[in-house]
Antibody, heavy 121, light 110 residues
């Protein structure tokens, strides 16, 4: 049973760095068949794709976030991490991690429950 | 490019509804389209991938298609049930493999 669980501070001050982790169980993040995505959803709004990371560590980021964003893997903990710098109120959102299994398609087949991050002083 | 969806649609139980997703530039057929269902308070789940494929466990009441003439993708739900009431998002990738989501469509079944 694959499970993804996001965690991190629920409140971040403006201009600081938002750091989240996604703990993965039921599968290895280093398997070459998967890549790991982050998606966010501002309260009451739609989904926004943030970026993803392959098991090799190669990344692909949203152009609008690229300058502030870093996604990484921690194979020792089987976790995926997201860091977003210089945050503003516009970064307030539920942040989801999700998996793509490249052997069955490029869709997000498992999602975490999401974690709400509020940017406020 | 952008993916444009109607803000909301509504239909009665037992009926059929179609949600459109129009690509603003480039061919809709150039990269696959996925559809995600998000019930209130829940994470999204996939109902259609690769334009018209259903993941295991998704009922065949859900179907997907693309139409090159209108440069759009469509999600059709037949035999509507109240449990289908949710937000639906289309999603695709651009030429540099960046993900793109549509704005979402709120489906009301009443």
């Amino acid at each position: 049973q694959v499970q993804l669980q996001e965690s991190g501070p629920g409140l971040v001050k403006p201009s600081q760095t938002l750091s989240l982790t996604c703990a993965v169980s039921g599968g290895s993040i280093t398997s070459g068949r998967y890549y790991w995505s982050w998606i966010r959803q501002p309260p009451g709004k739609g989904l926004e794709w943030i970026g993803y990371i392959f098991s090799t560590g190669s990344t692909n980021y949203s152009p609008s976030l690229k300058s502030r964003l870093a996604i990484s893997l921690d194979s020792s903990k089987n976790q995926v991490s997201l860091r977003l710098g210089s945050v503003t109120a516009a970064d307030t959102a539920v942040y989801y991690c999700a998996r793509v299994d490249t052997t069955i398609g490029r869709y997000l087949d498992y999602w975490g429950h999401g974690t709400l991050v509020t940017v406020s002083s | 490019f952008m993916l444009t969806q109607p803000h909301s649609v509504s239909e009665s139980p037992g009926k059929t509804v179609t949600i459109s997703c129009t690509r603003s530039s480039g061919s809709i057929a150039s990269t696959y389209v996925q559809w995600y269902q998000q019930r209130p308070g829940s994470s999204p789940t996939t109902v259609i991938y690769d334009d018209n494929q259903r993941p295991s466990g998704v009922p065949d009441r859900f179907s997907g298609s693309i139409d090159s003439s209108s440069n759009s993708a469509s999600l059709t739900i037949s035999g509507l049930k109240t449990e289908d009431e949710a937000d639906y998002y289309c999603q695709s990738y651009d030429s540099t493999n960046h993900g793109v989501f549509g704005g979402g469509t709120k489906l009301s079944v009443l």
